[in-house]
């Protein structure tokens, strides 16, 4: 049978199953707007479980909550950390009300819980009340940033170790292709020799160098402002409470977090979301730039580039046989076009920041989890789907150098720049060879030539 809930406006009736109440019910109807809900992102709601936990055990220490109720509320804490109860999240990602909706989801699955757990019905908040008891000393200003930092800390540590498999599978191909040897290109023009190898090598360079600014931006997420209340001043908050608090989150969740100096400022700024964006965003271009790489090498096969091939995972065309499209890169380029838009919403929405609080944090908090996780697969699904199974035309890249005009630059510093652009020239416009063109001139003997010219001298190895 259904309980009979309340709040300040009103009646409802709550399914008797259900660990949520009246405001999530409420929230629920009220934004049906991306049909994304917030255990979507079971990270995000482990961080509620821990903060409320923190809390409670701060208020504890204080004395402002009794020891039976502190402990009822840590146990539903504890069962939402180990993954439990997740389902009973349903408030959209996307909420007005700077994500007080996703504070009072939290405190009524909690308080519910922990009727169940002191011997009594879930509904009889006389006993357990979501507001009184499991919100005590907080408010959605700090519980919310707090729990999304955390979350957020959480989420980028399992994208490094993404980034991490997708660089090492670079660095394999890297060393599987160190002595391919084939054309540099600049402006989609013929440049000098290189290997495939470096090529690819430099592609696990640019992924490692992400993973450390990865690294710094978590770092600004460890500063919280749990204790803050509703705009930073502690309001009904014990003295010394905001201390307390922040220690005992550090003590339960395992992250080093710290207490900002100045809780009215940590309370509205966003400027860690904006650089954590920032970051995606760098990873997302550079990425797709790879893919854009890897689909122009792989393009032909007979009219293309051609040096390397991707594997083959569908066919390509409803009308034309045979034919077979680079898929996955062209995803992942999707996917960074897709982070990239975010960036720009994480930009307006933080700017978007009035006075004492920043009111659109779900926005940012929805954008980053998302992208985040879609960055996660896109780069497993890349190295699982194509880098590992890329294989390379040897041949047909040596052949590409040994017939290129390129190759004329390191004859520059024997011959000049003004010799070796006559040779250059004469050779596209008689689609003539550059040691052909060089011999027939008497500018160099064969033996002398085949020394300057050898792709692998050309190389630097270091």
């Avoid at 509904?123 to 009184?132: A, D, K, L, M, W």
């Avoid at 003295?239 to 395992?254: H, I």
């Avoid at 990239?340 to 930009?347: E, R």
């Amino acid at each position: 049978m259904p309980r009979l809930e309340h709040d300040f406006l009103g009646e409802m009736r709550i399914p008797s199953d259900t660990y949520y109440g009246i405001q999530t019910y409420r929230a629920v109807e009220n934004f049906p707007i991306s049909g994304v809900s917030i255990a979507s992102f079971p990270e995000l709601i482990k961080a509620l479980g821990l903060v409320k936990k923190a809390s409670a055990i701060a208020n504890m220490q204080f004395g402002v909550l009794p020891r039976e109720i502190g402990d009822a509320i840590c146990a539903a804490c504890d069962e939402i950390i180990e993954g439990k109860l997740h389902d009973q999240f349903p408030v959209d990602c996307i909420q007005g009300g700077a994500g007080t909706s996703t504070n009072m989801n939290a405190n009524e699955v909690i308080a519910n819980r922990a009727l169940e757990l002191l011997g009594h019905k879930k509904g009889e908040y006389e006993y357990c009340h979501p507001n009184n008891h499991v919100n005590c000393s907080q408010s959605t200003n700090d519980i919310y940033p707090t729990a999304l930092r955390i979350a957020l800390y959480t989420m980028l540590g399992q994208l490094t170790g993404d980034m991490a498999y997708l660089q090492q599978g670079f660095a394999a191909k890297s060393e599987e292709f160190s002595d391919v040897i084939k054309m540099g290109r600049t402006q989609l023009q013929d440049a000098v020799p290189m290997t495939l190898g470096q090529e690819f090598g430099a592609y696990a360079t640019t992924i490692g160098e992400d993973i450390l600014r990865v690294e710094e931006s978590r770092k600004l997420l460890l500063e919280v402002n749990l204790g803050a209340t509703a705009i930073g001043t502690s309001i009904n908050a014990p003295k010394g409470y905001a201390e307390v608090a922040s220690k005992a989150l550090a003590e339960v969740s395992g992250i080093p977090v710290v207490l900002s100096t100045n809780l009215i400022e940590a309370t509205w700024d966003t400027g860690a979301y904006v650089q954590t964006s920032g970051v995606l965003k760098r990873i997302a271009v550079k990425l797709s730039k790879i893919c854009n790489d890897l689909r122009l090498l792989s393009s032909g096969p007979r009219t293309g580039i051609n040096e390397i091939n991707l594997p083959r995972l569908q066919p390509g065309s409803s009308i034309m046989p045979g034919k077979v499209n680079p898929v996955i890169p062209e995803v992942v380029s999707q996917v960074a076009f897709d982070i990239i838009g975010k960036d720009v919403t994480i930009t307006m929405a933080a700017e978007a920041g009035q006075l004492e609080l920043n009111v659109m944090e779900p926005i940012i908090a929805f954008s980053l989890s998302n992208g985040i996780h879609r960055l996660r697969q896109a780069m497993r699904t890349l190295q699982d789907r194509c880098v590992s199974g890329i294989t390379a035309n040897k041949e047909r890249c040596r052949s590409m150098v040994e017939n290129s005009i390129g190759i004329i630059t390191a004859l520059n510093p024997y011959l000049g720049y003004e010799t070796s652009a006559s040779i250059a020239k004469e050779a596209l416009e008689t689609d003539g060879s550059v040691i052909d063109i060089v011999l027939a001139r008497n500018l160099l003997s064969r033996e002398k030539l085949d020394d300057i010219l050898a792709p692998e001298h050309m190389i630097n190895r270091k």
